[in-house]
């Protein structure tokens, strides 16, 4: 799974809809949080979910 950390709301949309994600956000700003991690084997179901927020703040697994 490749990282969409810090990305906007457009690009993580626009990348992951490319690569034939599904995705499910909740929040506004840019992504903190993603489920599946970064570098996790992919889903077969390819659903993502993306949480965002405002500010520079990341979350850390």
Known sequence: T?????LSLR??????HA???EVVVSGTGYVAAQQPLPGAP???D?????RLAVGD???TP
């Open 19 to 21: 690569a034939g994600w």
């Open 57 to 59: 703040t990341l979350a």
């Open 46 to 50: 390819h659903r993502l979910a993306l």
């Open 11 to 16: 690009e993580a949309l626009t990348r992951a």
């Open 2 to 6: 490749p990282s969409f950390l810090g």
């Open 42 to 44: 992919l889903d077969a």
